[in-house]
């Protein structure tokens, strides 16, 4: 394919996806909701048949060496476990040399960046598309590495994911629409009219790095690959060494859809390392690294915050999201949706709640008040209800994605007065699943360094106060010190819910207030719901807005004067 048929074939891309582009930007700038995707697999035509055609297929890469062709490739390597079953998926993926990485990058990038932005966009809502052909084997790559449940690897890791990708790209195009190809300029100078035509180039700044995390891989990665991949940066995708399978396969759906449309698909390539040799501190430090994205551990993301210069970084790490209870109209209501956020995937997302800031006196509801005792053990029997019910659990709760987590809670179980206490729950469908249920702790704000920064995992610290302005005052502080993503309020005192919200803006976590229903509290909704706000130490960068594109390339000038030819 020449490059001219390769440029027109693209921007007809553009014009084919053009309806469902512009609803998106709607969405985008109303905050309405929208998808253009099924957002459950029951809702998907054939869903049986096409999950048990991924199940085939997923059961044939089990055991074998992934099949990708990659520039630099060294040896094989792979060690992932399914969190149910416990046994090693058996997959080995090709291990590249950095530096071959990087240089086949800046050999393809010239020529996608020769690329108007309409017809990189073009592309890149074809890589869409095939990705959602593949959504059901995604599904099953998730369930298997990061341990979520069937319904949540399809719905958050699949078409939730895909939206915050369609997102990234319709902030990517506002970005780069914003400034003319050309304009002409006429000033007096004196007696003289100088004319002059200017031309403006949008640059990208180089070779992007994306780091995945382990229990949510596909829903941060696809935004971050398609901001930088919009904007005319290769992007070379960093998995965590539990979690690498979701990522092998998107690579590999990207390499092929730009490789069908005449570009190099050395634009998107895969960086493994092991947990006994990790890359991450060689990548972020590389020469030739422009930009780093990263999702993680807030140690690591810390690091890289802090040595990624002259890269530029954005970063989704962890803190604490807070709970406030103050008073409410129905107790019940609310600690239902509390226990059900609190179980779900066992706590292993960014956004589940952690930390409740609890009134010594208790919680009004109505014109009379519940004891802070009564509050606690409610909720503790709300969470058992899910727990000691094995199909319940095994569908809201899942699995862990790692040993490391179930250290973690035998630990604090010693180190503070156990509400509930968390044991193994049976799976009904794996019978030797990694699981276990949540843990609840009594503490009090002495006890801060046992619950300042995110425990990965199901458990939650119940902090009594001296009354409902403290634990305010102590949940947005404890946010603004360890970093905190979402809040979450329930209050029927208008003045303190507008002065929560001043507080919390303040601390720079997004705040939910008195939600009750069937709708996760931590549910955050693509083309509505901002995602970390960058105001505190649980990240720099957020999904999606205008400053997570726009630094991703620079703008260069020319000026000629109009009649010089």
């Given at each position: 394919m020449s490059v001219a048929e390769s440029i027109s074939m693209s921007s007809n891309l553009f ?365 503790a029997d709300a969470i058992c209800a899910i727990a000691t019910n094995p199909r319940k659990a ?172």
């Amino acid at each position: 394919m020449s490059v001219a048929e390769s440029i027109s074939m693209s921007s007809n891309l553009f014009q084919k996806h053009e309806a469902r582009f512009s609803a998106a930007r709607k969405a985008c700038k109303e905050r309405f909701h929208w998808s253009p995707f099924p957002e459950a697999a029951a809702l998907v035509t054939n869903n049986e048949a096409l999950s048990e055609q991924a199940e085939q297929t997923f059961q044939t890469l089990l055991n074998q060496p992934f099949d990708m062709a990659l520039p630099g490739i060294v040896d094989q390597v792979g060690d992932e476990i399914s969190p149910y079953t416990c046994k090693p998926l058996g997959i080995t993926y090709p291990r590249c040399n950095p530096d071959t990485l990087f240089n086949a990058a800046e050999i393809a990038m010239p020529d996608w960046a020769a690329l108007s932005p309409e017809a990189r966009i073009g592309i890149l809502l074809e890589v869409i598309d095939a990705l959602e052909q593949q959504v059901f084997l995604m599904a099953k790559a998730v369930m298997h590495t990061a341990g979520q449940s069937p319904n949540m690897s399809f719905t958050g890791s699949g078409v939730n994911a895909l939206d915050r990708a369609i997102e990234a790209l319709v902030y990517a195009y506002e970005a780069m629409s914003f400034t003319p190809t050309n304009a002409r300029w006429e000033r007096q100078f004196g007696k003289a009219t100088i004319s002059l035509d200017k031309t403006y180039r949008l640059v990208p700044r180089g070779v992007a790095v994306c780091f995945t995390c382990a229990s949510f891989p596909t829903w941060n990665a696809w935004p971050s690959m398609m901001a930088s991949l919009a904007t005319g940066n290769p992007v070379i995708v960093k998995p965590h060494p539990g979690s690498v399978l979701p990522m092998a396969l998107s690579v590999k759906c990207f390499r092929e859809v730009l490789a069908a449309y005449g570009q190099n698909p050395d634009l998107v390539t895969l960086q493994l390392d092991t947990r006994n040799e990790p890359l991450g501190k060689v990548l972020v430090k590389h020469p030739k690294t422009a930009i780093v994205d990263f999702t993680g551990s807030a140690q690591f993301g810390s690091w890289v915050e802090q040595n990624a210069h002259p890269a530029l970084c954005f970063t989704e790490t962890a803190g604490v999201n807070t709970v406030v209870l103050d008073s409410c109209k129905d107790l019940d209501a609310v600690i239902r949706s509390l226990a059900t956020t609190m179980c779900m995937f066992s706590a292993q997302m960014c956004t589940s709640p952690q930390n409740i800031y609890l009134p010594k006196q208790g919680v009004r509801e109505g014109d009379h008040w519940v004891g802070a005792d009564e509050v606690r053990q409610r909720l503790a029997d709300a969470i058992c209800a899910i727990a000691t019910n094995p199909r319940k659990a095994a569908m809201i709760m899942a699995t862990i994605q790692s040993p490391d987590t179930e250290k973690m809670l035998d630990q604090l179980a010693q180190q503070a007065e156990v509400i509930l206490a968390s044991s193994v729950y049976e799976h009904p469908d794996y019978p030797n699943a990694r699981t276990r249920t949540p843990l609840m702790l009594k503490v009090t704000p002495n006890q801060r360094e046992l619950y300042l920064g995110e425990r990965f995992g199901p458990v939650s610290f119940v902090i009594e106060c001296e009354d409902a302005s403290e634990a305010l005052q102590q949940a947005t502080q404890d946010v603004r010190a360890a970093g905190g993503l979402t809040a979450f309020l329930y209050s029927t005192n208008e003045a303190f819910i507008a002065q929560a919200e001043q507080a919390y803006a303040r601390a720079g976590a997004q705040l939910t207030i008195n939600l009750t229903g069937p709708m996760p509290l931590n549910f955050a909704a693509a083309y509505s719901d901002f995602h970390v706000t960058g105001l505190n130490p649980a990240g720099n960068a957020s999904l999606t807005e205008l400053g997570f594109v726009a630094q991703r390339f620079r703008i260069t000038q020319s000026r000629r004067q109009k009649d010089d030819r």
